[in-house]
């Protein structure tokens, strides 16, 4: 039995935030009126019924007072206090430490998949599976769902994904005779040709993305984790698979020809770089246009050169779909009145009108398959890419095929060890094989240190 010095070692896990995919907000101060994270005085939106019970909400999405006045409006037996705690990390850092002190949790937190299976280990989060998720099951693809899951538990409501794609320059596809590659190798022969005739590097490796190279795994099939709680102390992790090998040793290739750049993403030199021509393509998620509008991209000389693809594949005849980021509302173990706080958890955010206005804004791709199934998503013309119907064509499809990954209680010390595995790749001090043996070497060494057992 190895659950307290699991538990014990996972606490003392750090949580501070990776930039969250499809997240905006400020850092306002979370309330602490006790074991709900605050009361009604501490809200930052007025609650129009005072007579109802309240739940309390930490979340950072911008509209995040819209949705929860759409929320409610509609409803007479419970109302919702939010608070904007911060955006991701800022809110991981203020949940860890009333985890900690035992007080100070608000009854429902929005939670990024990956830090579900951390502050589950921790007891943290209240399984969802008896508290309302049969009635919602069904409007979620299952890989949407495996994402909030930790063994047979339910820990999240999913409220956004960030199913992949390629998003592409048309004025340099165009002068230099290119088409979107359907395959990795495609892509590096498409590569070799833009770099042939002195165009721009075709695409990215940044070191500072673990998370997108991770999806490029999952990509080719890899598991990089096994882990289920009911398991008490055991992990599986297989970071120098023969599929993250050969991943890794693809990149490696690419670094190397010189078809790739390799600048750190989601800083103002990158994104310079993508507003003058620097980089063919981003391989991102469908959450980019709106956090590349956000930035500036699109609204000068590259505006209207932008449109979107499907991911290459390893097999063209068996695709994979992979995805990036999201985003759910957990229920905390503070809360007051867990069935109410559930009834938050899954109601929050999923009104027609919450959700329409979430993609129409690009402030979040929907999960739900009554939007991704509607005439009006799949058939929107999206601006940023001048009217080309990308939900249709590329990321709904991606979202229905996505099968889910598994997350762990190690998932940010893995991120910072690929992230060291990743830059030693690009500054040419290890191959790709070799950064796999010892990214695995890494990562199994921390988790016996935490008291795991490990099966590689």
């Not at 297989?238 to 750190?264: F, M, R």
């Amino acid at each position: 039995m190895k659950t307290k010095p699991v538990l014990a070692a996972i606490m003392t896990l750090a949580v501070a935030g990776a930039l969250a995919a499809c997240t905006a907000g400020g850092g306002g101060d979370g309330g602490d009126g006790g074991g709900g994270g605050g009361d009604a005085s501490s809200c930052t939106n007025e609650i129009k019924k005072p007579d109802a019970p309240v739940v309390t909400l930490w979340a950072w999405y911008p509209n995040s007072e819209t949705v929860v006045d759409n929320f409610n409006e509609a409803n007479d037996d419970v109302q919702v206090c939010w608070t904007n705690a911060g955006a991701g990390g800022d809110a991981y850092d203020k949940f860890q430490t009333a985890i900690s002190a035992g007080s100070g949790a608000p009854d429902v937190m929005m939670v990024e998949a990956d830090r579900i299976a951390t502050f589950q280990a921790q007891n943290a989060l209240v399984d969802l599976s008896d508290l309302g998720y049969e009635d919602v099951k069904a409007n979620f693809s299952d890989g949407a769902w495996k994402d909030v899951s930790v063994g047979d538990g339910i820990y999240g409501a999913p409220i956004d994904g960030g199913p992949m794609g390629m998003i592409y320059r048309t004025d340099v596809f165009s002068q230099y005779g290119l088409t979107p590659p359907t395959t990795w190798e495609e892509l590096e022969t498409t590569a070799q040709k833009l770099k042939d005739a002195g165009g721009p590097v075709f695409a990215s490796f940044a070191a500072n993305q673990p998370a997108t190279t991770t999806a490029y795994f999952y990509g080719n099939g890899a598991e990089p984790f096994t882990y289920d709680p009911a398991n008490e102390g055991e992990i599986g992790i297989k970071l120098n698979s023969p599929e993250i090998k050969e991943v890794l040793d693809y990149w490696d290739g690419l670094v190397d020809k010189g078809l790739v750049g390799t600048e750190d993403q989601f800083t103002p030199e990158y994104i310079a770089g993508v507003i003058n021509g620097d980089y063919a393509t981003y391989l991102s998620a469908a959450w980019a246009p709106g956090y590349l509008q956000g930035a500036g991209v699109g609204e000068g000389a590259d505006a209207g050169v932008w449109a979107a693809a499907p991911m290459p594949q390893w097999d063209a005849n068996n695709p994979i779909a992979i995805n990036w980021g999201g985003s759910a509302f957990s229920v905390s173990s503070q809360a007051k009145d867990p069935e109410l706080a559930a009834k938050v958890a899954f109601g929050v955010y999923a009104d027609q009108a919450s959700l329409d206005e979430g993609w129409q804004q690009q402030i979040i791709f929907p999960l739900n398959v009554n939007v991704l199934d509607s005439p009006e998503f799949q058939d929107y013309e999206v601006p940023f890419f001048s009217g080309q119907q990308a939900n249709k064509e590329v990321y709904v499809p991606a979202a229905n095929a996505y099968k889910g990954m598994t997350y762990t209680p190690l998932g940010q010390y893995y991120y910072s060890a690929l992230t060291k595995q990743l830059a030693a790749i690009i500054d040419g001090s290890a191959t790709g094989s070799e950064a796999a043996d010892a990214l695995q070497k890494d990562v199994v060494a921390y988790a016996e240190e935490q008291g795991f057992t490990v099966t590689e």
